[in-house]
Structure formats: structure tokens, C-alpha cells
């Protein structure tokens, strides 16, 4: 993965500069933001390969930054904190981050971590196809679904969540095979991330306020889309 771009956001300069050195040294190319505001910013013109983001950040926080990123694109984020809180891990991970580490930290297992997030996001990304399922309609190359006609904004996870179980419809998909789907192999989170994300999912996709739900828990196993009318 050498010369592989990464956004570092951290509000400290001589955290950025000391990091930027070590990661050059790596092999990665370093982009630098101070703030949440400027994060987007450089992401967009940037267009990172991976993105090591600070949770306390001035003008916009670290979890605000990863949330607008995960609403548009599937790169991978890793949070950073010296808070060392569960509840900070926790909340990373159930808005899209791909893992957490707390500061301080050894350069080696960043960058191994760095390593294997991008691993895994490169082999979670799946072929483009378009999957109809009565009125919802999944398109893969568009990365757009609509029900009835209507757009249907989802993030990347949630988007590959429905994809697998638009592609198995009417088959249970276990919760660990879910996880291996849309996570990867090696995804260490709180399983209760993909709970999280398929809560959301249903929000979006079943329009009858949960009276009549597609998604259904089979329960101790996992999770299937039921055939639309």
C-alpha cells in the first residue's frame, strides 16, 4: 500500500507534523487538517485512501466529521482520542468508523491498523449490478436505491447491508456472515454496530412506521429481506 494517500485531522500541530514525518517515513502521502470544517474540505480535494480522525476538534467534532463522510463515501476512518472512553469507541463505530485507537499509541500498530482497515475495505467492495425487489430497487454502479420511485439516501454500510440481503431475499443471512459481508473477516467491533445500522435501515426502506416490516429478526440467527407484493 505504498504511496496510499491519508488525511490526518488532529487540532495539535506538533502531533500533525510528528505524525506526517512518521508516516511519510511509511510510505503514505500526508495530507494535514486542524479542524472538522477543514477535514471536509481537504477530503474533498484530496480524495484520501484513509483518514486518521481526532474525536475532539475545533468548529466541528471528530464524530460530526466521520458522520458526513459515511453519508456520501465508504473510505476508511479511523478515530483517534485521548480520552481513552468506551462510550467514545462506541459512538465511532456506530456512525460508520472502521476502528478505534486511543493516544497514546505506538506508530507500528497505527500503522498496521492503518493497514488492515484499508485491506478490508478494499475487499468489501463489491461488484456493480442492480437488484429489483417489487418497488426497491438497488443499483450497485449508481450506488442509488429507490422505493416507489423515490430516492432513498443510505450511507455505505447501510447500503451494503441491503445489497446482501436484496441479494439473498428471502433467505436468513447470519449475523456473522452480515458482519463478514459488510465489515470484513477481520472486524473486531461490538456486533451491536450491526444492529445499529439495520435499526436505521428499516427506517428508511419500510415505509409502514414498522407494522409491516421486509427486514425481519429471525431471532438467534441473524436477519432476512422478505419478497414485496
Not at 163 to 172: P, S, Y
Amino acid at each position: 500500500m505504498s504511496g496510499a494517500r491519508v488525511l490526518v485531522v488532529d487540532d495539535e500541530e506538533a502531533f500533525r507534523e510528528s505524525l506526517r514525518q512518521m508516516l511519510t517515513r511509511e510510505g503514505f502521502v500526508v495530507d494535514l487538517a486542524a479542524d472538522g470544517e477543514a477535514a471536509l474540505e481537504r477530503f474533498a480535494e484530496a480524495e484520501p485512501d484513509i483518514v486518521l480522525l481526532d474525536v475532539m476538534l475545533p468548529r466541528m467534532s471528530g464524530i460530526d466529521v466521520c458522520r458526513q463522510i459515511r453519508s456520501t463515501h465508504d473510505t476508511p476512518v479511523i478515530m483517534v482520542s485521548a480520552r481513552n472512553e468506551e462510550i467514545d469507541a462506541v459512538v465511532a463505530l456506530e456512525i460508520g468508523a472502521d476502528d478505534y485507537i486511543a493516544k497514546p499509541y505506538r506508530v507500528r500498530e497505527l500503522v498496521a491498523r492503518m493497514r488492515t482497515v484499508m485491506r478490508r475495505s478494499s475487499k468489501t467492495r463489491r461488484p456493480s449490478g442492480r437488484v429489483e425487489v417489487g418497488t426497491l430497487v438497488l443499483d450497485r454502479e449508481r450506488h442509488e436505491v429507490t422505493l416507489e420511485g423515490q430516492q432513498v439516501r443510505l450511507p455505505p454500510k447501510e447500503f451494503e447491508l441491503l445489497a446482501v440481503l436484496m441479494e439473498r431475499l428471502d433467505t436468513v443471512v447470519s449475523r456473522a456472515e452480515l458482519i463478514e459481508q459488510v465489515w470484513g473477516s477481520d472486524y473486531v467491533g461490538d456486533t451491536k454496530t450491526l444492529d445499529v445500522h439495520i435499526k436505521r435501515l428499516r427506517a428508511k426502506v419500510d415505509p409502514d412506521d414498522g407494522r409491516h416490516q421486509h427486514i425481519v429478526t429471525v431471532r438467534g440467527v441473524g436477519y432476512k429481506l422478505l419478497g414485496r407484493g
